[in-house]
Antibody, heavy 120, light 106 residues
Framework: QVQLVQSGAEVKKPGASVKVSCTTS????????IHWVRQAPGQGLEWMGR????????NYEQSLQGRVTMTTDTSTSTAYMELRSLKSDDTAVYYC?????????????WGQGTLVTVSS | DIQLTQSPSFLSASVGDRVTITCRAS??????LAWYQQKAGKAPKLLIYAASTLQSGVPSRFSGRGSGTEFTLTIGSLQPEDFATYYCQQLNTYPLTFGGGTKVEI
């Protein structure tokens, strides 16, 4: 069965970096992209960006450009999201989700979420 | 960026009610729209994609309609497990965007 398993909760100080992993199984990694979505406490969903499992092509939300980097390790079918220069309003649950490559994208499987808390 | 406006943002309903949530896009997105259900402390769950296609395993009381700029999600007969927050998402253009959510409560 398809599974996306994320790394554990993190507490970081302002200005630090965090790297969240998303280890996938149960499907062929190269046929899907991994998208990252975050949700601040009590707020809605915010798309952060995506990386293709096929060729590593990336699209990032413009407001995060320069602070976020998404990578993959195809040997372990794992995706990573690194966010730098953390601020208090980066405190959120971070989700990875898979989406098929092609015109009809949909996020059919999600990771369990990783809480990142930014606090001095 | 394409903005999605959901209405209402909050909905009070009873078991057995028929419920409709609307999602309006700031520009045409054909049928590149999905609906998700999210319960407290859980990841979102895909309900509908391509505006009207029911995801495998989702009960048939959920249905989606629309194209262009106006879309609806209907729950035919609300069940206790349907009390949750619902989000629409456009998948036509990067950056992908979500609506603000509709919380369905008893």
């Amino acid at each position: 069965q398809v599974q996306l398993v994320q790394s554990g909760a993190e507490v970081k100080k302002p200005g630090a970096s965090v790297k969240v992993s998303c280890t996938t199984s149960g499907y062929t990694f190269s046929t899907h992209a991994i998208h990252w979505v975050r949700q601040a406490p009590g707020q809605g969903l915010e798309w952060m960006g995506r990386i293709s499992g096929y060729n590593g092509n990336r699209n990032y939300e413009q407001s995060l450009q320069g602070r976020v980097t998404m990578t993959t390790d195809t040997s372990t079918s794992t995706a990573y999201m690194e966010l730098r220069s953390l601020k208090s309003d980066d405190t959120a649950v971070y989700y990875c989700a898979r989406a098929p490559l092609g015109p009809y994208i949909n996020f059919d499987y999600w990771g369990q979420g990783t809480l990142v808390t930014v606090s001095s | 960026d394409i903005q999605l406006t959901q209405s209402p943002s909050f909905l009070s309903a009873s078991v057995g009610d028929r419920v409709t949530i609307t999602c309006r896009a700031s520009q045409g997105i054909s049928n590149f729209l999905a609906w998700y259900q999210q319960k407290a402390g859980k990841a979102p769950k895909l309900l509908i994609y391509a505006a009207s296609t029911l995801q495998s395993g989702v009960p048939s009381r959920f249905s989606g309609r629309g194209s262009g700029t106006e879309f609806t999600l209907t729950i035919g007969s609300l069940q206790p497990e349907d009390f949750a927050t619902y989000y629409c998402q456009q998948l036509n253009t990067y950056p992908l965007t979500f609506g603000g959510g509709t919380k369905v409560e008893i």
